[in-house]
């Protein structure tokens, strides 16, 4: 029976998902999460409690527990920890040094722009810093981010002093919030400042193999995505952008995994596409995150999961093919902050012609926060049919039918 070492934060929606496919290929799962070591296997999982901010002690507690054949990290996280410990056990996987450039958004942007990558102007300040000082030498409109977090949390755009200062404060607040500070990563401490990118957005779903890219989906985002904050709604596959943009995304792709070293397993992209050229936002070394991937479905109705770790055992996926006909998911948004309090209308929702399921992942009684602050999605939709424009408009008309009840949040007087 071939062993696989899962890496994959506790609460992660993919970790479950993962660990069923590699059950069903009859693998034998090792599970390293970053559960609270004082715990005892309250899963019931046998899962290997590490700290994903501390890669190197991770490492060392896992490698030793092989010898395994395979390594996969679902999120952003653990990336480097798995990468770390492929390395000590002679695993094929993408170079610490790679993945660790893939997730360090300064890093990424000077090896881009090394590169030849076209690349908006940018610069990092730290927390220290006088944000009235930054602002007065910052070019507007432009897009603070942090460096450390995913899924366009903490992306504000500022279109002048006074919107980056707001901006600003904002991004330090939540970067000093015990949550992000626990996790004490030395890129939590800065925030970056690039020129807005003006143009379609998109994203792109790849599996690299010895540094070759294998496309395995390209996704329209067709919700304007202009600020001044980022919330991803839709994604649509396959894209309507035509051959030439599609090239073009490809082509840039390519060339920023070629910039970071990233050489094998899955690699999720976002860009933006301006007319003339494509811009790289970010390239992550794992899969499309949430439940998203539940949208892909490949031969014979294979799940991302299950083609991920068939690669990762060496395995050769290269003739795979996404399935006929085009499907979409909608990232369900928060739109106000309180307490969630329940949904109606989903079995309405579940009857749109063409919807595949409603997923509701908010939980009653759970304090939710709407981006730029918030890090989850109140659930997700799923939509299959035979066109892009048929699958957007069905996802559109099974969330028109969602009701969300939301209490306020009252201010605490002491």
Not at 50 to 61: G, I, T
Not at 93 to 113: E, M
Not at 306 to 321: D, I, T, Y
């Given at each position: 029976?071939?062993r696989?070492?899962l890496?994959a934060a506790?609460?992660?929606?993919?970790?479950r998902?993962?660990a069923?496919a590699a059950?069903?290929?009859?693998?034998d799962?090792?599970?390293?999460?970053?559960r609270?070591?004082?715990?005892e296997?309250?899963w019931?999982?046998?899962?290997?409690?590490?700290?994903?901010?501390d890669p190197?002690?991770c490492r060392d507690?896992v490698a030793g527990l092989?010898p395994f054949d395979?390594i996969?990290?679902?999120?952003d996280?653990?990336?480097l920890?798995?990468?770390?410990t492929?390395?000590?056990l002679?695993i094929?996987?993408?170079?610490?040094?790679?993945v660790?450039a893939?997730?360090?958004?300064?890093?990424?942007?000077q090896?881009?722009?090394a590169?030849g990558l076209?690349?908006?102007?940018?610069?990092?300040?730290?927390?220290?810093?006088?944000p009235q000082a930054a602002a007065?030498?910052?070019f507007?409109p432009?897009v603070l981010?942090?460096?450390?977090?995913s899924?366009?949390r903490?992306?504000?755009?500022?279109n002048?002093?006074a919107?980056?200062v707001?901006?600003?404060q904002r991004?330090?607040?939540?970067?000093?919030?015990?949550?992000v500070?626990?996790?004490r990563?030395?890129?939590?401490r800065y925030?970056?400042?690039e020129?807005?990118i003006e143009?379609?957005?998109f994203?792109?779903?790849?599996?690299?193999?010895d540094?070759r890219l294998?496309?395995l989906?390209?996704f329209?985002?067709p919700?304007p995505?202009?600020?001044?904050?980022?919330?991803?709604?839709?994604y649509v596959?396959p894209?309507r952008?035509?051959?030439e943009?599609?090239?073009?995304?490809?082509a840039?792709?390519?060339?920023?995994?070629?910039a970071?070293g990233?050489t094998?397993g899955?690699?999720?992209?976002e860009?933006?596409?301006?007319?003339q050229a494509a811009?790289?936002?970010?390239?992550a070394?794992?899969?499309?995150g949430?439940?998203?991937?539940?949208?892909?479905?490949?031969d014979?109705?294979?799940?991302l999961?299950?083609l991920?770790?068939r690669h990762?055992?060496?395995?050769?996926?290269?003739?795979v093919?996404l399935?006929?006909?085009?499907?979409?998911v909608m990232?369900?948004?928060?739109?106000k902050g309180?307490?969630?309090?329940g949904v109606?209308g989903?079995?309405?929702?579940?009857?749109v012609a063409?919807?595949e399921?409603?997923?509701?992942t908010?939980?009653?009684?759970?304090?939710?926060l709407p981006?730029?602050?918030?890090?989850?999605?109140?659930?997700f939709?799923?939509?299959?049919?035979?066109?892009a424009?048929?699958v957007?408009r069905v996802?559109?008309e099974?969330h028109a039918?969602l009701?969300?009840?939301?209490?306020?949040?009252?201010?605490v007087?002491?």
């Amino acid at each position: 029976m071939a062993r696989l070492l899962l890496f994959a934060a506790t609460t992660g929606y993919q970790t479950r998902i993962f660990a069923d496919a590699a059950k069903r290929l009859g693998l034998d799962v090792t599970l390293a999460t970053d559960r609270c070591h004082v715990l005892e296997d309250p899963w019931g999982d046998h899962a290997i409690p590490v700290r994903f901010e501390d890669p190197n002690a991770c490492r060392d507690a896992v490698a030793g527990l092989g010898p395994f054949d395979a390594i996969v990290a679902v999120s952003d996280r653990p990336t480097l920890a798995a990468a770390l410990t492929a390395e000590a056990l002679g695993i094929p996987y993408n170079s610490p040094a790679s993945v660790a450039a893939a997730r360090d958004k300064y890093l990424a942007r000077q090896l881009y722009q090394a590169a030849g990558l076209p690349v908006p102007r940018f610069y990092r300040f730290s927390l220290e810093d006088d944000p009235q000082a930054a602002a007065r030498g910052a070019f507007y409109p432009c897009v603070l981010k942090p460096l450390g977090l995913s899924a366009s949390r903490g992306v504000i755009r500022a279109n002048d002093a006074a919107e980056f200062v707001a901006a600003f404060q904002r991004i330090k607040a939540m970067l000093e919030s015990v949550e992000v500070a626990i996790l004490r990563e030395e890129q939590h401490r800065y925030v970056q400042v690039e020129s807005y990118i003006e143009g379609r957005e998109f994203a792109l779903e790849g599996l690299l193999t010895d540094g070759r890219l294998q496309v395995l989906a390209i996704f329209d985002k067709p919700d304007p995505l202009e600020g001044p904050y980022f919330e991803e709604t839709i994604y649509v596959t396959p894209s309507r952008a035509g051959r030439e943009v599609e090239n073009a995304l490809i082509a840039a792709v390519h060339r920023a995994v070629t910039a970071l070293g990233l050489t094998r397993g899955p690699v999720h992209a976002e860009l933006r596409y301006d007319g003339q050229a494509a811009w790289i936002l970010e390239v992550a070394a794992r899969p499309i995150g949430g439940l998203c991937a539940l949208s892909l479905r490949f031969d014979g109705g294979m799940p991302l999961e299950e083609l991920l770790l068939r690669h990762a055992l060496g395995e050769n996926v290269a003739n795979v093919k996404l399935a006929d006909g085009a499907s979409g998911v909608m990232m369900i948004p928060i739109p106000k902050g309180g307490i969630y309090q329940g949904v109606a209308g989903v079995d309405e929702a579940r009857a749109v012609a063409g919807i595949e399921d409603v997923i509701i992942t908010a939980k009653e009684g759970q304090e939710i926060l709407p981006l730029p602050e918030g890090a989850t999605y109140l659930g997700f939709i799923f939509a299959r049919g035979d066109g892009a424009g048929e699958v957007e408009r069905v996802l559109r008309e099974a969330h028109a039918r969602l009701r969300f009840e939301i209490a306020t949040t009252l201010p605490v007087r002491v």
